[in-house]
């Protein structure tokens, strides 16, 4: 299939595009819980279908991790067999179920089925979207491409929160039915993997499709790489659940993408997105929360835009490792104000403090964790064991994500939100001594050489070394 209306140069770029329409439909799904919930558990806003509890809106929040539960084991079991593209397509079906559904659901247990509904999507683009990144991008541009997943999933954040200020709960699900529409007729022009093709034994697609992603006739020898590549990792597994921890490079692999998921997420990020609107509301500065809410995505949005242009250049490693830093400071400062704040202390002078605390931490989290760890989870795993990886990390990452969004909900209505905040900056803490320690860099490295790195404890501690040393 030819691409007439697309320069050949630029279909990668296109891709990407049309597939993380899918990735910014999840954070329209994850920004829903701030821009909504508040609307739905006020008893005084009548433009709604439903009024939910405190404990009911907890499980419309998480409904969608739930769903990615069972989502992604399900594609990790298939995207194999369907491919790609196909998986990616099927992702945008139960996103507009879900849609619908929140639309008109007149009780709890309609909203959180839709939800769980977007959760199944969540889990098929979260397991599929990296692997189909990773693989059709260029090494030098990996990972600014790669850095699209959680970029898109922050504006999608954004966007529905933009959407509330104007419209009804009903109207914006509505509205947001044009997003899997787009990704689906987008990816219908989109070529397949290449690597994906060559695992099927269709050579001559896969090579066409490589031609098409590269813009150039020469790619032979990058084609008979791959194929090598494809044919090694072959070899030596094939590529089930029990070849993450029998293969010495996949073990490595796993544990990276392990470390790399938990530091995110005991930062508290899927908290502060599901219940940023309340959180600032406690602190009380009378600065308009709706407002200050946009702004907190805006600038998250920003700096993964930032952290995206500049990944590729200074590294992954020293990313993290300074979003770390500035994360543990933001939230230690966030909750000693908010423990003052709830032993009545008064502090009229010092306001400015939450907004200010809050702000650093969005900055320095949305250049560093909010994007790399996702990118390098489409870097680490041989082909043939990719699927199986990226199912674990995403079924990983929506227990945790559960974990800490019920944690602050339990300890915000119990204890004090600060102790939550103490938490996640002690938690930065120590997973910073962790990253420095076993994670390596694969700045410019291309997936067979990432693959080669790990294989090799000698020249995976060397490296590490040498990361010190320059």
Known sequence: MNFPFFPQEIVQYLAVLFCSMGI??????????????????????TNKNVHLSASEGSWAAIGILLGSLVGSPLTG????????????????????ISWVTIAYANSSILLVFGRFMAGLSDGI??????????????????????????????TGVLIINVMELFLSVTNSALMCIIFPLISFLGMLLMPES???????????????SLKRFRGTDAVNEEMSRIDKAIKAQT?????????????????????????LRITQQLSGITALIFYISIIYKQ??????????????FAVQSVMSLVGSAVVDWTGRRVLILWSLVGSALSLFIEGVYLHLLQDNVNMPKWSFVPTTALGMF???????????????????????????????????????????????????????????FYTFGV??????????????????????????LLQSGKKFKQQLKDIEVG
């Open 24 to 45: 910014i439909t999840c954070g329209l799904q994850y920004g829903w819980a701030a821009a909504s919930l508040p609307h739905l558990q006020d008893v005084n806003d």
């Open 77 to 96: 079991m298939i995207v194999d067999i369907l491919g790609r593209k196909t998986m990616i397509l099927i992702s945008n079906f139960p996103y507009i």
């Open 125 to 154: 683009c979260f397991t599929t979207v990296p692997i189909y990144i990773g693989e059709i991008s260029s090494p030098q541009v990996r990972g600014l491409l790669g850095s699209s997943v959680p970029i898109c999933l922050i």
């Open 194 to 208: 290449p690597y994906y093709l060559i695992m099927r034994n269709k050579k001559q697609e896969a090579l066409n």
């Open 235 to 259: 070899d030596e597994s094939n590529g089930t659940l029990k070849d993450i921890f029998k293969v010495p490079s996949n073990r490595r692999a796993m544990l990276i993408m392990l470390l």
């Open 283 to 296: 602190a009380g500065t009378g600065f308009s929360v709706q407002i200050f809410t946009i702004i907190f």
């Open 362 to 420: 969005v900055v320095f989290y949305g250049f560093g964790l909010q994007n790399v760890p996702l990118l390098m989870v489409g870097e680490l795993f041989p082909t043939n064991i990719k699927a199986t990886a990226a199912c674990l990390s995403d079924v990983y990452f929506s227990i945790l994500a559960s974990i800490v969004s019920k944690y602050f909900q339990y300890v915000n209505t119990n204890i004090g939100a600060y102790l939550a």
């Open 427 to 452: 938690c930065c803490i120590i997973n910073f001594s962790l990253v420095y320690l076993f994670v390596p860099e694969t700045k410019g490295l291309t997936l067979e050489e990432i693959q080669m």
